[in-house]
């Protein structure tokens, strides 16, 4: 292996290591477990969302529909809880419901109606966003709203529902880790799992790699990708679930960043280990990557409208290494 | 006939690499005269007109126009030149979304000279003149998206037109035309021809050879291989120089079936094409050859449940067989080295053994969970069998030669028993050596099951198979045991009878 080889292959976890490493001498408390349970925390809800969106890139697609899906689950568990007065169970299942249900319409779309993939989930995450106000007329969600026909919404959150953004699990110090955190780092085991070791998730980078050699191997071409766009809405749910959790109430002015922060994160993963391509421990590290750095940059007290301008920073920076250092994005 | 060459190429040459792909080509075009040009795959046409039109640089040798040198840089130099090309891909020759006449007049939209601003009446004025020039009858303002395919081609040829050339190059302009519009094609072109312009007409058909060729010229790997110009022409000649045998290669020693695997009955595998009935027997090696466009890759992906028969009923070993997708066609043993690798086989994402074991997921995992030592194994006898050189299983397929390539396609089916294992066009961009290993390969492991290959060239047909089908126009014209064959039979049944010349 060349110098420039190793640079591809192992540039991106030294710069993380080297961020790190900086921040712990410039930054106070930097090196500390509940600083860095905080920065899994911060990224948990964005994580979870990248590594649905990570499978939907596996098989050469794209889905833009992640963030609204998320705020749509998070308005709809509120929904279930507060107006329809129903316990935390059936608010999960319905939200996870909406996932399927709205990654099974995505892959209908573009597979069957052969819209491309960013116009589909393009016009889906505007329908959400749509149809998540039409309930409460443009409200958000909290116990003791008045509905649009007068009467006040009595419901609350249940108990059960709120501990998923708020219990925390002894881990050595008391009142550690959040179950945020646990349900990112099960569901990254997991995707990472599905996609590198098991038959489907070979098949879908197969897919995503020569889709028509895919199909002359025998393989279901359409199914193998609607249901990545299954995986990419269940997981989107799941962090809209954590989102309702955390708020503790059905707020329509949330989640605006969402889908730019899981997009990058899926992306900058291209760079880690020099894979040049989707995969799920890469949006994992580059999810870590993002929380590192902001949480760096805000103990070292720099003002939060830069925090944009530096994600987008890190993505350029990772993309470059992708594509014109590792050379495979030209095939 | 005329005398004088218009156009006039001695000694072309061309490598890529390593690899030559024309060597040493001299060609004359005649004025108001069609020349055609012959060649399977890979003899080096393509290559040929894209020097002649500018696009590549050529490595070795002169050409002149009209007595003057000649010698284009760019596309667009050889089109002032007066050498206008049509290309094969329609679609690449207009601009969908304009409208017709801004297509007739896109090559003045760019330039020196050309004015900044856009005026659609200088356009439509000037698309106008064009149109009537070519007796064109196209509403000057349709979109060429909402154009059928054979007027998007008159737009483009028009356009080439405008030019006045001398000389026009259709590269297989026919190959998505129905008849009727090929007919319009073919008014056109004869009246050109009466205008004086030398045509180099490109195709397979042999019907539209045999109606429009003055002369045929037929090429070989990388050479001429044959000129024909007396009249009436030879068009078996014309074909056995392009694909004839160049050698005496080793006879085979032919086997004969008598199990049969497959019994294919009255399939029809197009609208309007003849039925098809053959049988396939055990441990038997059956070529089907036939020019390029004759179906033979239609009835590969009808046998491998790509596409579904417009009629008939095929049993494979005792069983019906009506496959729905390729997935079902691999259950029932039935596989397929699909022809061009790079579009229909190589995963490029992945290395070699990730290759090999695609179609074979399921056999090789427990649990949905890939077992990866059987895979690497597996992998490792493959590469060991087909004797492909590589460093190692985990090897990038982009870092392998294109006949090694080609060796870890046959090596993926090869991985697991076949009932019937058909290669289409499997030795296509393949080198001698890689060639013949494939083939005795086949042969070696051919007991057990019918293997079917489908080839254009007749060597790669004589070399390897126990018995040789032809096929032309979508059906089975002629079966030929592979030992003496009447070879000038063989040639006229590829060739196509005038019984069969209806496009």
Redesign the interface.
């Given at each position: 292996m060349t110098l420039r080889d190793h640079a591809i292959r192992y540039g991106f976890i030294v710069l993380l290591f080297g961020l790190v490493a900086y921040f712990a001498i410039a930054a106070d408390g930097f090196v500390s477990p509940q600083s860095a349970v905080f920065i899994f925390q911060s990224v948990a809800i964005t994580g979870v969302l990248a590594l649905g969106v990570t499978a939907t890139l596996v098989v050469g697609g794209f889905d833009l529909s992640i963030g609204s899906v998320a705020t749509s689950a998070m308005m709809a568990a509120a929904y279930v809880m507060v107006v329809l007065e129903q316990n935390a169970l059936v608010a999960v299942v319905v939200c996870l419901l909406i996932g399927a249900i709205v990654g099974l319409i995505n892959g209908w779309l573009i597979v069957y109606m052969r819209v491309p993939d960013l116009l589909a989930t393009l016009g889906m995450m505007f329908l959400l966003v749509g149809l998540q106000r039409i309930p409460t007329e443009g409200r958000s969600i909290a116990t003791g709203m008045t509905m649009p026909d007068g009467s006040v919404a009595n419901g609350k959150f249940s108990d059960a529902f709120l501990a998923l953004g708020r219990h925390r699990f002894d881990f050595f110090i008391p009142n550690l880790i959040p179950v945020s955190v646990v349900v990112l780092l099960v569901l990254a085991v997991l995707i990472w799992f599905f996609l590198e070791y098991t038959r489907f998730g070979r098949m879908m980078y197969a897919v995503g790699s020569n889709e028509r050699a895919a199909e002359l191997a025998g393989a279901p071409v359409k199914a193998y990708k609607i249901w990545a766009y299954v995986i990419s809405g269940v997981f989107a749910s799941i962090s809209g679930i954590l989102l309702a959790a955390r708020l503790g109430r059905g707020d329509i002015a949330s989640g605006n960043n969402l889908l730019l922060d899981a997009v990058a994160a899926a992306l900058i993963g291209y760079a880690v280990l020099g894979a040049a391509k989707p995969n799920a421990f890469g949006t994992a590290v580059g999810a870590l990557f993002v929380g590192i750095l902001l949480q760096g940059l805000t103990m070292m007290n720099a003002p939060y409208y830069t925090q944009d301008f530096v994600k987008g920073v890190v993505l350029v920076v990772a993309l470059v290494f992708t594509f014109a250092l590792s050379g495979r994005g030209r095939r | 006939m005329v005398g004088n060459a218009v156009f006039r190429a001695e000694g072309l040459r061309k490598s890529f690499g390593q690899n030559e792909v024309l060597g040493g080509v001299s060609l004359e075009l005649h004025a108001g005269e069609v020349t055609v040009l012959m060649g399977a795959n890979g003899a080096g046409k393509s290559t040929l007109v894209k020097i002649i039109s500018g696009v590549y640089e050529r490595g070795d040798g002169t050409m002149g126009l009209a007595g003057q040198a000649f010698a284009p840089n760019t596309p667009a130099e050889a089109i002032r030149a007066g050498v206008v090309t049509v290309h094969q891909n329609i679609n690449d020759g207009v601009v969908a979304d304009l409208d017709v006449a801004t297509n007739l007049t896109l090559d003045r939209l760019s330039g020196s000279g050309a004015p900044f601003l856009f005026n659609p009446a200088r356009v439509r004025r000037q698309a106008k003149a064009v149109a009537d020039r070519m007796g064109l009858a196209i509403d000057l303002k349709a979109r060429v998206s909402d154009l059928s395919l054979a007027d998007r081609q008159m737009v483009a040829i028009a356009r080439a037109l405008a030019h006045q050339p001398k000389v026009l190059i259709l590269d297989e302009p026919t190959s998505s035309l129905s008849s009727a519009e090929a007919d319009r094609l073919f008014a056109l072109i004869d009246r050109l021809r009466e205008q004086g312009v030398a045509i180099l007409y490109i195709s397979h058909r042999m019907s539209d050879i045999r109606r429009l060729a003055d002369r045929i010229v037929s090429m070989r790997d990388g050479i001429i291989s044959g000129v024909f110009d007396k009249k009436p022409l030879d068009y078996e000649g014309a074909v056995n120089a392009m694909l004839g045998r160049k050698i005496h290669l080793d006879q085979i020693v032919v086997r004969d079936s008598a199990d049969i695997v497959l019994k294919i009955d009255g399939l029809r595998i197009a609208q309007g094409a003849k039925p098809i009935s053959l049988t396939l027997g055990d441990g038997e090696v059956v070529a089907i050859t036939g020019l390029v466009g004759v179906g033979k890759t239609a009835l590969a992906e009808t046998l491998?449940g790509?596409r579904k028969p417009v009629a008939g009923t095929m049993v494979l070993n005792g069983k019906p067989y009506a496959p729905g997708?390729?997935?079902e066609?691999?259950?029932a043993g039935v596989f397929?080295v699909?022809k061009d690798r790079g579009?229909?086989?190589?995963?490029?994402?992945?290395n070699i053994q990730?290759n090999i074991s695609?179609?074979f997921?399921?056999r090789?995992?427990r649990f949905?969970?890939?077992r990866r030592r059987l895979e690497r194994i597996t992998a490792r006898q493959q590469i060991e069998e087909l004797g492909i050189v590589c460093r190692s299983e985990k090897d990038e397929m982009?870092a392998l030669s294109g006949g090694n390539q080609q060796k870890v396609m046959v090596a993926?089916w090869m991985a697991q028993d076949a009932g019937l294992f058909i290669l289409d066009e499997p030795f296509q961009g393949v080198d001698i050596s890689a060639r013949r290993d494939i083939a005795a390969k086949l042969r070696a492991s051919a007991n057990g099951r019918a293997t079917l290959l489908f080839v254009t060239e007749l060597d790669e047909a004589l070399e390897t198979a126990d018995r040789i089908l032809v096929m032309s126009e979508q059906t089975i014209v002629g079966e030929h045991r592979n030992a003496d064959v009447d070879l000038d039979r063989l040639l006229a049944e590829v060739a196509g009878g005038p019984l069969h010349s209806a496009a």
């Amino acid at each position: 292996m060349t110098l420039r080889d190793h640079a591809i292959r192992y540039g991106f976890i030294v710069l993380l290591f080297g961020l790190v490493a900086y921040f712990a001498i410039a930054a106070d408390g930097f090196v500390s477990p509940q600083s860095a349970v905080f920065i899994f925390q911060s990224v948990a809800i964005t994580g979870v969302l990248a590594l649905g969106v990570t499978a939907t890139l596996v098989v050469g697609g794209f889905d833009l529909s992640i963030g609204s899906v998320a705020t749509s689950a998070m308005m709809a568990a509120a929904y279930v809880m507060v107006v329809l007065e129903q316990n935390a169970l059936v608010a999960v299942v319905v939200c996870l419901l909406i996932g399927a249900i709205v990654g099974l319409i995505n892959g209908w779309l573009i597979v069957y109606m052969r819209v491309p993939d960013l116009l589909a989930t393009l016009g889906m995450m505007f329908l959400l966003v749509g149809l998540q106000r039409i309930p409460t007329e443009g409200r958000s969600i909290a116990t003791g709203m008045t509905m649009p026909d007068g009467s006040v919404a009595n419901g609350k959150f249940s108990d059960a529902f709120l501990a998923l953004g708020r219990h925390r699990f002894d881990f050595f110090i008391p009142n550690l880790i959040p179950v945020s955190v646990v349900v990112l780092l099960v569901l990254a085991v997991l995707i990472w799992f599905f996609l590198e070791y098991t038959r489907f998730g070979r098949m879908m980078y197969a897919v995503g790699s020569n889709e028509r050699a895919a199909e002359l191997a025998g393989a279901p071409v359409k199914a193998y990708k609607i249901w990545a766009y299954v995986i990419s809405g269940v997981f989107a749910s799941i962090s809209g679930i954590l989102l309702a959790a955390r708020l503790g109430r059905g707020d329509i002015a949330s989640g605006n960043n969402l889908l730019l922060d899981a997009v990058a994160a899926a992306l900058i993963g291209y760079a880690v280990l020099g894979a040049a391509k989707p995969n799920a421990f890469g949006t994992a590290v580059g999810a870590l990557f993002v929380g590192i750095l902001l949480q760096g940059l805000t103990m070292m007290n720099a003002p939060y409208y830069t925090q944009d301008f530096v994600k987008g920073v890190v993505l350029v920076v990772a993309l470059v290494f992708t594509f014109a250092l590792s050379g495979r994005g030209r095939r | 006939m005329v005398g004088n060459a218009v156009f006039r190429a001695e000694g072309l040459r061309k490598s890529f690499g390593q690899n030559e792909v024309l060597g040493g080509v001299s060609l004359e075009l005649h004025a108001g005269e069609v020349t055609v040009l012959m060649g399977a795959n890979g003899a080096g046409k393509s290559t040929l007109v894209k020097i002649i039109s500018g696009v590549y640089e050529r490595g070795d040798g002169t050409m002149g126009l009209a007595g003057q040198a000649f010698a284009p840089n760019t596309p667009a130099e050889a089109i002032r030149a007066g050498v206008v090309t049509v290309h094969q891909n329609i679609n690449d020759g207009v601009v969908a979304d304009l409208d017709v006449a801004t297509n007739l007049t896109l090559d003045r939209l760019s330039g020196s000279g050309a004015p900044f601003l856009f005026n659609p009446a200088r356009v439509r004025r000037q698309a106008k003149a064009v149109a009537d020039r070519m007796g064109l009858a196209i509403d000057l303002k349709a979109r060429v998206s909402d154009l059928s395919l054979a007027d998007r081609q008159m737009v483009a040829i028009a356009r080439a037109l405008a030019h006045q050339p001398k000389v026009l190059i259709l590269d297989e302009p026919t190959s998505s035309l129905s008849s009727a519009e090929a007919d319009r094609l073919f008014a056109l072109i004869d009246r050109l021809r009466e205008q004086g312009v030398a045509i180099l007409y490109i195709s397979h058909r042999m019907s539209d050879i045999r109606r429009l060729a003055d002369r045929i010229v037929s090429m070989r790997d990388g050479i001429i291989s044959g000129v024909f110009d007396k009249k009436p022409l030879d068009y078996e000649g014309a074909v056995n120089a392009m694909l004839g045998r160049k050698i005496h290669l080793d006879q085979i020693v032919v086997r004969d079936s008598a199990d049969i695997v497959l019994k294919i009955d009255g399939l029809r595998i197009a609208q309007g094409a003849k039925p098809i009935s053959l049988t396939l027997g055990d441990g038997e090696v059956v070529a089907i050859t036939g020019l390029v466009g004759v179906g033979k890759t239609a009835l590969a992906e009808t046998l491998f449940g790509v596409r579904k028969p417009v009629a008939g009923t095929m049993v494979l070993n005792g069983k019906p067989y009506a496959p729905g997708s390729t997935g079902e066609a691999i259950a029932a043993g039935v596989f397929l080295v699909a022809k061009d690798r790079g579009e229909n086989g190589i995963v490029g994402g992945f290395n070699i053994q990730e290759n090999i074991s695609l179609p074979f997921h399921k056999r090789m995992s427990r649990f949905a969970v890939l077992r990866r030592r059987l895979e690497r194994i597996t992998a490792r006898q493959q590469i060991e069998e087909l004797g492909i050189v590589c460093r190692s299983e985990k090897d990038e397929m982009s870092a392998l030669s294109g006949g090694n390539q080609q060796k870890v396609m046959v090596a993926r089916w090869m991985a697991q028993d076949a009932g019937l294992f058909i290669l289409d066009e499997p030795f296509q961009g393949v080198d001698i050596s890689a060639r013949r290993d494939i083939a005795a390969k086949l042969r070696a492991s051919a007991n057990g099951r019918a293997t079917l290959l489908f080839v254009t060239e007749l060597d790669e047909a004589l070399e390897t198979a126990d018995r040789i089908l032809v096929m032309s126009e979508q059906t089975i014209v002629g079966e030929h045991r592979n030992a003496d064959v009447d070879l000038d039979r063989l040639l006229a049944e590829v060739a196509g009878g005038p019984l069969h010349s209806a496009a």
